[in-house]
């Protein structure tokens, strides 16, 4: 049964950074490509890096891109996802989740889930 766990939000300065993990089993990240996505107060949930089980090059959502990195923790079975030099537009509660369908840019979207299976989320908040 597929399950994910988010941590690592919290409240930064614009400019600050955060780690976020997306914990899960060693199989599901063996086997599913994971998605972070992020959800801000009365706006549609969006995509912000998508990684494929495989490893290879990840994509990432344009608003986002060179200010976050998405890779996998062996020793601790998370996905994480580096937000650097973040901006108050950047506060959402992030999630993750399976994916399929990873797609590169300018082709959308980015990825998509695959089930209906999200942890809590994790809030990030980013103040001026």
């Known amino acids: 049964q597929l399950q994910f766990a988010e941590s690592g939000g919290g409240v930064v300065q614009s400019g600050g950074s955060l780690r976020l993990s997306c914990a899960t089993s060693?199989?599901?990240?063996?086997?599913?490509?994971i998605g972070w996505f992020r959800q801000a107060p009365g706006r549609e949930r969006e995509v912000v890096a998508c990684?494929?089980?495989?490893?290879?090059?990840?994509v990432y959502a344009d608003s986002v891109k060179g200010r976050v990195t998405v890779s996998r923790d062996n020793a601790k079975n998370t996905v994480d996802l580096q937000r650097d030099n973040l901006k108050p537009d950047d506060g959402a509660v992030y999630y993750c989740?399976?994916?399929?369908?990873?797609?590169?840019?300018?082709?959308?979207?980015?990825?998509?889930?695959?089930?209906?299976?999200w942890g809590r989320g994790t809030q990030v908040t980013v103040s001026s």
């Open positions: 989740t399976a994916v399929g369908g990873i797609r590169r840019p300018p082709s959308q979207p980015l990825c998509e889930p695959l089930y209906d299976v």
């Open positions: 060693e199989s599901t990240v063996d086997y599913y490509a």
């Open positions: 990684r494929s089980s495989s490893g290879g090059i990840p």
